[in-house]
């Protein structure tokens, strides 16, 4: 059964503090994996994206890394904010526009 | 571009009323996309269209709902009649071909069935 996991379900940090956030699958096959931010009351919006050939990509503070073997990815956000405060999603897609969509981890960061 | 514009933002029915949401994808983005996403069961794909053609819907939880998009820049989600488990946040996303391309999703909207 195709389906995508994330820990944790939710996490609160300081700020400025560093956090990572895992996501783990077994979608095949495989055709790219993303990383949606979705603040509270908002649609998703995507940070990240990776082919199976990609091991890391970052976006500003936000690097995601993939591991095809092991089938996991992390999301790593360095030197957090306040506005790095919300749901973050993790979505493997498949066979085109098959998409299979994480739980999310929610993320508080406190000032 | 204004970005993927979805009405009404909130809406509030009564179990058994018809219920309409749209959306307005951004112009040019040859794919649309139908979201529903409730704290239990996250995002989930209802709907999707390749210019204007609806390819899988099956998504759609049953029989009550229905999409249509009869052209490029308007979709609709119509839910008859309306039950309290629709309750949810209804997303409307959009994106150019090519299959890595960005989906843009829509503010969604809130609809609460009493």
């Known amino acids: 059964k195709n389906q995508v996991e994330q820990s944790p379900q939710s996490l609160i940090i300081l700020e400025g503090k560093n956090c990572t956030l895992q996501?783990?699958?077994?979608?095949?096959?495989?055709?790219?994996l993303r990383w949606y931010k979705q603040d509270t009351g908002r649609g998703p919006v995507s940070l990240t994206i990776m082919t199976f050939s990609e091991n890391t990509k970052s976006n500003g503070r936000y690097t995601a890394t993939l591991d095809a073997d092991t089938k996991q990815s992390s999301l790593h956000i360095t030197a957090s904010q306040l506005s790095d405060s919300a749901s973050y999603i993790c979505?493997?897609?498949?066979?085109?526009?098959?998409?299979?969509f994480g739980p999310g981890t929610r993320l508080s960061v406190l000032p | 571009d204004a970005g993927v514009i979805q009405s009404p933002r909130h809406e509030v029915t009564e179990m058994g009323q018809e219920v309409t949401l749209r959306c307005k994808p951004i112009s040019g983005h040859d794919y649309l996309f139908w979201y529903r996403q409730t704290m239990m069961r996250g995002l989930e794909l209802l709907i999707y269209f390749n210019n204007n053609v609806p390819i899988d819907d099956s998504g759609m939880p049953e029989d009550r709902f229905s999409a249509k998009m009869p052209n490029a820049s308007f979709s609709t989600l119509k839910i008859q009649p309306s039950e309290p488990r629709d309750s949810a946040v209804y997303f409307c996303?959009?994106?150019?071909?090519?299959?890595?391309?960005?989906?843009?999703f829509g503010p969604g909207t809130r609809l609460t069935v009493l």
């Open positions: 979505v493997v897609s498949h066979y085109g526009q098959n998409f299979v």
């Open positions: 996303a959009s994106r150019e071909q090519g299959s890595d391309n960005e989906q843009f």
């Open positions: 996501c783990n699958y077994t979608v095949s096959p495989f055709s790219n």
